[in-house]
């Protein structure tokens, strides 16, 4: 696609332009961000606004974060659990929500007593993978 756009440029077949596509969440009011990209149950819904993309670069769309908006990423996690995990489907709201209060909660706690198959069968649980399990 690369090389068919800039060639046809080249022969000035097509016009080539520069435009900023990436929106910075942390640059905007969550109700700004809620009227360009705004998600219905069933999706993202149309807008009037220019299309770009949501980057989150430092406060991550946690589910249940209020400082943040999280509407976008929270959907397409939810449609991305569902096709990985069918059975659990009707569920996954839930068990991303739970994911995400165990992940934002972890830090926290400073459990050194927490046996590590615990954390391990819990994040099992939750679909995720255990941190041992990661680097194999």
Do not use: C
């Amino acid at each position: 696609l690369n090389y068919m756009a800039w060639s046809e440029a080249d022969v000035g077949a097509l016009a080539v332009r520069s435009v900023r596509m990436q929106t910075m969440a942390l640059n905007h009011p969550i109700d700004e961000l809620a009227t360009r990209f705004p998600i219905g149950p069933d999706g993202p819904l149309p807008s009037d606004e220019p299309a770009g993309f949501l980057h989150w670069p430092l406060k991550k769309p946690w589910s249940v974060a209020r400082d943040v908006y999280t509407a976008p990423m929270t959907y397409f996690r939810e449609q991305a659990f569902a096709r990985m995990h069918p059975l659990l489907a009707p569920w996954g709201a839930q068990i991303i929500r739970m994911s995400d209060r165990w992940a934002r909660l972890q830090p926290r706690l400073r459990w050194s007593r927490m046996p590590a198959a615990a954390n391990r069968r819990f994040r099992r649980l939750l679909g995720l993978t255990a941190r041992e399990e990661q680097g194999r």
